[in-house]
């Protein structure tokens, strides 16, 4: 069974943090990056961080620089978004998706069904 699995996801007040988590299962890679996009209501699907699982090299969208740490663990099976710092404008439906490039949306083959993050100002 290929299947992607996002949990995490939550309401939380400006400034506060959440822990959204990515298990990977059944897939098989090509290209060996797992990332975390988002969506928010009317807007188009935008990368916010990725990960080279092979590796660890990091890439993070300038909007989320310095408060989001995406991070894997020792299975390289499992992704983490650490969001601190929270802001209303991170109000979307967070997607996990790997076998991709960095934050190129259209190079990724697997997607998770997404969970809601809501931060209330």
């Known amino acids: 069974q290929e299947e992607l699995v996002e949990s995490g996801g939550g309401s939380v007040e400006t400034g506060g943090s959440l822990r959204l988590s990515c298990a990977a299962s059944?897939?098989?890679?090509?290209?060996?990056?797992m990332g975390w996009f988002r969506q928010a209501p009317g807007k188009e699907r935008e990368g916010v961080a990725a990960?080279?699982?092979?590796?660890?090299?990091?890439y993070y969208a300038d909007s989320v620089k310095g408060r989001f740490t995406i991070s894997q663990d020792n299975a390289k099976n499992t992704v983490h978004l650490q969001m601190n710092s929270l802001k209303p404008e991170d109000t979307a439906t967070y997607y996990c998706?790997?076998?991709?490039?960095?934050?190129?949306?259209?190079?990724?083959?697997?997607w998770g069904q997404g969970t809601h993050v809501t931060v209330s100002s």
């Open positions: 059944g897939l098989t890679y090509s290209n060996l990056y």
């Open positions: 990960i080279y699982i092979a590796g660890g090299s990091t």
């Open positions: 998706a790997a076998d991709g490039y960095g934050l190129r949306i259209t190079t990724y083959s697997y």
